[in-house]
Structure formats: structure tokens, C-alpha cells
């Protein structure tokens, strides 16, 4: 069982690392001039910060739950989240004129990144191996997901390509509002473009589901997955079974076509076409009382945080 402090070291982490990352797009609009430099790194150290955090809930999961998995993770993330440390320090150095920012010197810096990233991006594909076991025993309505893997992936990705060509050795700064670029590197830069906004779009959202996944790791009765089998099976047996397009053949080999019953047509609807029948207007609806989730009529707790529907009639 994941303990509360646990659970909310993950779950806020994760959240801070989304906010940072979605407040930290509007930053280029800015015309505050080289603030802009020193704006980024003080989000980066927070994102770093998160990542720290998030290293430590792990490590208190682990201790609790004794997997291996969340052990690997935990040790990846800490040490990447160790190494962006001294990649921060560094571009703090550059920024204040301490050291000559060189493509030589930057080297070094781009090298240590690369590594960051990499560990973040096998940490959270090995994380998604533990998240599968917990759906699997019943523990969680979540799965193990990609997104964060992809999007640490894109972005090494990224950093690997701009390291062996930098921009600045096919790109003409000179006017900063029109830059230009130089003549066959359009698909370069756009490919570079397309994982760095892939990038934050699967991070965004991967660090998304995993703060869904651990908030109600734990929390999900076992009613909730029965009524899930039991809504399964019941799809299963509506499906049509036989005779495909023109029907059940009877008669043996040369017998003749006898077309599918239209009242038994009637009564394989599609579950999904259910959803899609308007709603009653008169009906009200219900609402978690502990996080307001809206709840299905029959739900007997909220998937959400695994609160008792007090509404439903016993």
C-alpha cells in the first residue's frame, strides 16, 4: 500500500514539473532582454527540483513496496536529476561571463546533458513496467504509459543532433526578428522543431497521467474493476455472432442465405452507441462529494479518488 506522503510527493512533483513547463513557453514572448536568459535557468532549477522530489517519493515507495523496478527508477532519476545540477551551474557561469561560451566549451555541458536525459528516458520506460503490474493486480485503472519515455526521448534526440550541428553553424542571428537559414538545412530545422514540440507535449502529458495514476494508486475498490469485467462480458455477448453481412447459412453446403433477424439486430446495440443516446434532460446528475468527478448512474464509488457514492440507492 502507498503511504500518503508517498503518494503526494509524486503526484505535486509531477504537477509542478507540468506548471513549470507550460509557464516556461510564454517566456521567449517576453521582450525583457537578457532577463530571458536568467528566467529559464531559474525554471530549470525548479524543474530540477521537481525531478529531485520526485526522486525522493519514489524512494519512499520503494521502501514500502520493495520493487526492484522503482528502485531503478529512482536511482535514474536521482542521478539525472544530479547531473542537470552541474549542467544549470554551468550555464550560469556562461551567462555571467565566468566562462567563454565556445562551441568547445559547450561540449562538455551538451554531453552532460545528453546523459541527464537519456537516464530520465530509461527511468520512466522502466517505471512503466511497475505501473503495468499495478493495473494487473487490480491496484490501479491505470496502465503503464509511453509519454514520458517518447518525450525524454525526443528531446535527447534533439540535444544529440544540435551537439553534432549546432544551430548557430547554419543559422544567420545577425537579425534576431528574421533569421536566416542556410540553403538545405530547412529540413534540419524542421525536424529539430518537431522534437522539441513533441517533446513538451508528451512530457506535459505523461507527467499528467502519472500524477492520475498515483493519486488513486491504491484507492480503487474492487467493486469498481467487477462492475468493469462484468460490463465486458456483457459487450461481448451482445456482439453478432455468425453469418457475417448476408446472414446465417442454412441447408448445409448448398443451402440458402436466411437473413439476420431484425429484432435481434434491434437488441445488439453497440455499447458505445449507448454512450451516444442523449441524456434525459430531466435527470440529475451526480457528482463525487470529495473531488466533484461526475459519476455514472450505477457507479457505486467515484474512479477518481475512490469515494462512497452516497447517492445511490441501496
Not at 214 to 226: A, G, N, R, S, W
Not at 275 to 281: K, N, R, S
Not at 285 to 314: Q, R, T
Request: aromatic share 12%; net charge negative; proline share 4%.
Amino acid at each position: 500500500m502507498i503511504s500518503d506522503k508517498s503518494r503526494k510527493s509524486i503526484t505535486n512533483s509531477a504537477l509542478i514539473y507540468v506548471l513549470v513547463m507550460m509557464v516556461s513557453m510564454f517566456i521567449v514572448f517576453l521582450n525583457v532582454g537578457d532577463i530571458v536568459i536568467y528566467l529559464q535557468i531559474g525554471f530549470e532549477v525548479i524543474k530540477i527540483g521537481a525531478i529531485m522530489w520526485l526522486a525522493f517519493g519514489f524512494l519512499s515507495f520503494y521502501k514500502e513496496e520493495k520493487n526492484k523496478i522503482i528502485l531503478i527508477t529512482t536511482i535514474l532519476i536521482f542521478i539525472a536529476s544530479q547531473l542537470s545540477i552541474i549542467v544549470q551551474t554551468l550555464y550560469i557561469l556562461y551567462a555571467a561571463g565566468a566562462i567563454e561560451i565556445t562551441r568547445l566549451s559547450l561540449l562538455p555541458t551538451n554531453l552532460i546533458e545528453i546523459v541527464a536525459t537519456l537516464s530520465l528516458t530509461v527511468g520512466f520506460y522502466e517505471l512503466r513496467r511497475s505501473v503495468d503490474s499495478y493495473a494487473a493486480e487490480k491496484r490501479n485503472i491505470y496502465k503503464g504509459q509511453m509519454s514520458l519515455p517518447m518525450g525524454f526521448g525526443f528531446l535527447s534526440l534533439s540535444m544529440i543532433i544540435n551537439t553534432i550541428i549546432p544551430a548557430e553553424t547554419y543559422i544567420d542571428y545577425t537579425d534576431p526578428a528574421n533569421p536566416i537559414v542556410a540553403q538545405g538545412y530547412d529540413i534540419l530545422l524542421w525536424v529539430n522543431y518537431f522534437l522539441d514540440m513533441g517533446s513538451l507535449v508528451l512530457m506535459v502529458l505523461g507527467f499528467w497521467y502519472l500524477r492520475r495514476a498515483f493519486l488513486v494508486l491504491d484507492k480503487i475498490p474492487d467493486e469498481l474493476f467487477q462492475q468493469m469485467e462484468e460490463r465486458k462480458q456483457a459487450a461481448a455477448q451482445q456482439r453478432p455472432s455468425g453469418g457475417g453481412i448476408f446472414g446465417r447459412r442454412s441447408g448445409g453446403l448448398f443451402g440458402g442465405f436466411t437473413p439476420p433477424s431484425t429484432q435481434t439486430q434491434q437488441q445488439q446495440v453497440d455499447p458505445i452507441e449507448d454512450l451516444l443516446i442523449e441524456e434525459d434532460p430531466t435527470k440529475k446528475k451526480m457528482f463525487c462529494v470529495k473531488c466533484g468527478l461526475e459519476l455514472d448512474e450505477d457507479s457505486a464509488f467515484c474512479a477518481e479518488c475512490g469515494e462512497v457514492n452516497p447517492y445511490l440507492k441501496k
